[in-house]
């Protein structure tokens, strides 16, 4: 796999700047592979994503920034430049649904996620069996509805000792605490069904088909204090009909989750996620 470091950059919209940025990477005879921009009229910020190939520099990353860092500070930007040697560290947290966490797995094990899976963490013992074949750690922590802080206080614990760069909630039925959404901001994703609000509580499907849905969907987005109400990352959808039961509508739902989530998860440690207050740019 080829060596990239990744650029990707916030700031107040003005002209020059992506000249200014080219004409820096090519006086250090960096060759730009992947360029993405955007202009939000509405806000006047821009946004920006360039993948260089590391070779063609020959300085590190350290060196990279620094060296950038005068460009960063004349036109007020909130940047990052990552180094894709360095792999993310995913924890996954899940309940007692399998198929959105068997899903990462098997993409993870093929390839198709850039990242190391530094353990599973879940509410149940249910999914210990699949993490374990992956050969990946499992954390067991019950949560007590009625000490949940507790709980939640082991769960840290977990994701800090993994070295968590990012926390996926594959279909974990739990809600985090304010504290986590406000520690890990910007690094929790999660996955649910599309129809929040309208059909909240048990079986939303069930109820979607009581009130004869024509489309079903699922909502990738990062976590927030607000319940389901953060930036969000990625959508789809299925049509549905009036032949189809609510056994039909589950199942097209959980495919639509799982390859929402993948993708939302994938884009996220690709560095193509951008968030701007609560929505997100996505150079996807």
Same mark, same amino acid.
């Given at each position: 796999?080829?060596?990239?470091?990744?650029?990707?950059? /916030? +700031?107040?919209?003005?002209?020059?700047?992506?000249?200014?940025?080219?004409?820096?990477?090519?006086?250090?005879?960096?060759?730009?592979?992947?360029?993405?921009?955007?202009? $939000?009229?509405?806000?006047?910020?821009?946004?920006?994503?360039?993948?260089?190939?590391?070779?063609?520099?020959?300085?590190?990353?350290?060196?990279?920034?620094?060296?950038?860092?005068?460009?960063?500070?004349?036109?007020?930007?909130?940047?990052?430049?990552?180094?894709?040697?360095?792999?993310?560290?995913?924890?996954?947290?899940?309940?007692?649904?399998?198929?959105?966490?068997?899903?990462?797995?098997?993409?993870?094990?093929?390839?198709?996620?850039?990242?190391?899976?530094?353990?599973?963490? /879940?509410?149940?013992? $249910?999914? #210990?069996?699949?993490?374990?074949?992956?050969?990946?750690?499992?954390?067991? =922590?019950? %949560?007590?509805?009625?000490?949940?802080?507790?709980?939640?206080?082991?769960?840290?614990?977990?994701?800090?000792?993994? #070295?968590?760069?990012?926390?996926? &909630?594959?279909?974990?039925?739990?809600? &985090?605490?304010?504290?986590? +959404?406000? #520690?890990?901001?910007?690094?929790?994703?999660?996955?649910?069904? /599309?129809?929040?609000?309208?059909?909240?509580?048990?079986?939303?499907?069930?109820q979607a088909y009581e009130r004869g %849905?024509? &489309?079903?969907?699922?909502?990738?987005?990062? =976590?927030?204090?607000?319940?389901?109400?953060?930036?969000?990352?990625?959508?789809?959808?299925? #049509?549905?009909?009036? +032949?189809?039961?609510?056994?039909? &509508?589950?199942?097209?739902?959980?495919? =639509?989750?799982?390859?929402?989530?993948?993708?939302?998860?994938?884009?996220?440690?690709?560095?193509? %996620?951008?968030?701007?207050?609560?929505?997100?740019?996505?150079?996807?």
């Amino acid at each position: 796999m080829s060596h990239y470091y990744r650029l990707v950059v /916030s +700031c107040p919209d003005q002209v020059g700047i992506v000249a200014r940025v080219s004409s820096f990477i090519a006086q250090q005879g960096g060759s730009i592979t992947e360029a993405s921009q955007h202009s $939000d009229l509405q806000t006047g910020r821009f946004f920006m994503r360039y993948e260089i190939l590391a070779d063609s520099l020959g300085m590190s990353a350290e060196t990279l920034r620094s060296a950038f860092e005068p460009i960063a500070q004349e036109f007020s930007m909130q940047w990052s430049l990552v180094d894709t040697q360095k792999r993310r560290r995913v924890v996954l947290m899940v309940s007692r649904e399998s198929h959105c966490l068997v899903d990462l797995l098997y993409r993870w094990q093929a390839g198709e996620l850039d990242c190391d899976i530094a353990g599973v963490i /879940s509410n149940h013992e $249910d999914m #210990r069996s699949i993490a374990e074949w992956y050969g990946i750690p499992y954390h067991h =922590v019950p %949560v007590d509805p009625n000490n949940k802080e507790a709980s939640f206080a082991q769960v840290k614990e977990h994701i800090d000792h993994a #070295r968590a760069d990012c926390i996926v &909630l594959a279909r974990y039925m739990q809600i &985090l605490p304010p504290s986590l +959404c406000e #520690r890990y901001a910007g690094q929790v994703i999660n996955i649910h069904h /599309s129809f929040l609000p309208s059909f909240a509580g048990a079986k939303p499907y069930h109820q979607a088909y009581e009130r004869g %849905v024509k &489309l079903i969907g699922a909502t990738c987005h990062y =976590v927030t204090e607000e319940l389901d109400a953060g930036p969000i990352i990625e959508q789809d959808i299925h #049509r549905v009909s009036h +032949c189809h039961t609510p056994t039909d &509508l589950v199942r097209f739902g959980r495919d =639509v989750e799982k390859a929402v989530l993948a993708r939302g998860l994938r884009w996220h440690l690709e560095d193509r %996620v951008l968030i701007h207050g609560n929505k997100t740019v996505v150079f996807s």
